[in-house]
């Protein structure tokens, strides 16, 4: 046997893994039709993908990039964010949505979660936010985080936002095909800049690729102009030189590059068709989960009534009355082969955060989550069998150590 395929001989029927993509013959047809075609990159199908996405999620404007952090990156410098400035974000969270502060030379603030939600707690963040302006360090940018794909108090956030003077990015990495008071997240109703992440644990995936929606013209142009070296080819961009010069670009920002090839976006756009069915598949899931766990003396997690989450995660909790610790849970389930995931250490407990300064208690509740969450197997090619193995596993466990427990207390 020659080449890659080598590589996916090992047969991994017995492990269900917390996440994976679920890739259709389509996606397949379509990422070949591009092989096939004149472009790789800078063609016609990231521009397709774009509109696609931005109509999906109702907003004015789309601007692909090659993954997600870059996609926070260059909305970050879009705002303006620079040294001197303060970004606030939830500490859970991946470290992306923190780290992109730090790419701009800002500083980076952490406000602690809802219980229930898992996400930026507005009342947290408006008791933050009446400190700082006494101590002049209001943040330029927050970061909400659609955490496991249940939608901020988004209408809170944008109050504040008002009164305080800073701009909102989303991070909906977790959350394409949500819905916030019944419309898509993505519409960018109470926010500057709302961005997508397609890695294959995500909803809909690029394999590697992220998305800025914005409504603003200018903010997806300026964003449009980072992602690809700060380079221009549009004639009212161009600075005047000598009539017999040769210009065709000029480069009139400091950019990168941050693109996504037409592979990527042609599979996106691909996978797109198929978003509504995958959300759909992950909430029958989550429901499954949510009934089969309901006399199992753990927390599933609470849906606000006004979102309909995508269910990018679904993470239990053991509570102080559980009857298993997280570790033995964790530790059980990845032994009988189901790989639960720990979503996520608060980003202040990362070292680098630590080396930064940040402490431990920072944000107690954001820490208690960090202690007792685990997240479970969702995506939307999971089978029937293998949702009644991770529930059937759950149960077994949680039964056995209370045998146990009762048996220790009596001997
Ligand atoms: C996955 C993820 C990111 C980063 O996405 P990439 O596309 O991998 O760069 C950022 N924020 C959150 C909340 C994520 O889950």
Redesign the pocket.
């Known amino acids: 046997m020659t080449g890659i395929r080598q590589f996916f001989m090992k047969n991994s029927y017995e492990t269900i893994p917390y996440g994976r993509q679920s890739i259709s013959e389509a996606d397949i047809q379509s990422v070949v039709d591009v092989l096939r075609s004149d472009f790789l990159t800078q063609g016609p199908v990231v521009p397709a993908f774009e509109e696609a996405l931005a109509s999906y999620c109702q907003a004015g404007h789309g601007v692909a990039t090659s993954?997600?952090?870059a996609a926070?990156h260059i909305a970050c410098l879009a705002l303006g964010l620079g040294p001197g400035d303060w970004l606030w974000t939830s500490p859970i969270?991946?470290v992306?949505?923190a780290n992109c502060a730090l790419y701009c030379g800002a500083q980076v603030e952490f406000v602690d979660i809802d219980p229930h939600t898992f996400n930026m707690s507005p009342v947290a963040l408006e008791r933050k936010l009446i400190l700082a302006k006494l101590q002049g360090k209001l943040p330029k940018v927050v970061v909400p985080?659609h955490m496991c794909g249940q939608p901020c108090d988004m209408a809170a956030i944008n109050t504040l936002s008002r009164k305080y003077g800073f701009k909102i990015i989303e991070?909906a990495?977790?959350a394409i095909g949500a819905r916030y008071q019944g419309e898509p997240v993505g519409n960018c109703r109470y926010s500057d800049i709302t961005v997508f992440?397609?890695?294959p644990v995500?909803i809909i995936t690029t394999a590697?690729?992220?998305l800025a929606v914005t409504n603003h013209s200018a903010l997806a142009q300026k964003m449009n102009l980072l992602r690809s070296h700060g380079i221009s080819s549009a004639t009212a961009d161009m600075q005047g030189r000598p009539a017999e010069e040769i210009w065709n670009y000029q480069q009139i920002d400091l950019g990168f590059n941050y693109r996504m090839t037409e592979l990527q976006a042609a599979l996106g756009l691909s996978q797109l068709q198929q978003l509504d069915t995958f959300v759909l598949k992950r909430q029958a899931i989550a429901r499954y989960y949510d009934q089969a766990l309901a006399d199992v003396n753990i927390q599933t997690p609470w849906q606000h009534p006004q979102t309909q989450s995508s269910f990018h995660l679904y993470p239990i909790q053991v509570t102080s009355t559980s009857v298993i610790s997280q570790q033995v849970l964790y530790q059980s389930m990845t032994k009988a082969g189901v790989k639960v995931n720990l979503h996520y250490i608060p980003v202040y407990l990362q070292p680098y955060y630590a080396s930064l300064g940040f402490q431990p208690g920072h944000c107690p509740l954001a820490e208690d989550y960090f202690k007792s969450s685990i997240s479970i197997p969702l995506y939307a090619g999971m089978t029937k069998e293998q949702q009644h193995r991770v529930v059937a596993l759950i149960q077994s466990l949680c039964h056995e150590k209370a045998v146990n427990r009762v048996v220790g207390a009596s001997a």
């Open positions: 993954n997600a952090t926070l969270t991946f992306a949505s985080v991070d990495s977790h992440s397609f890695h995500k590697e690729g992220g």
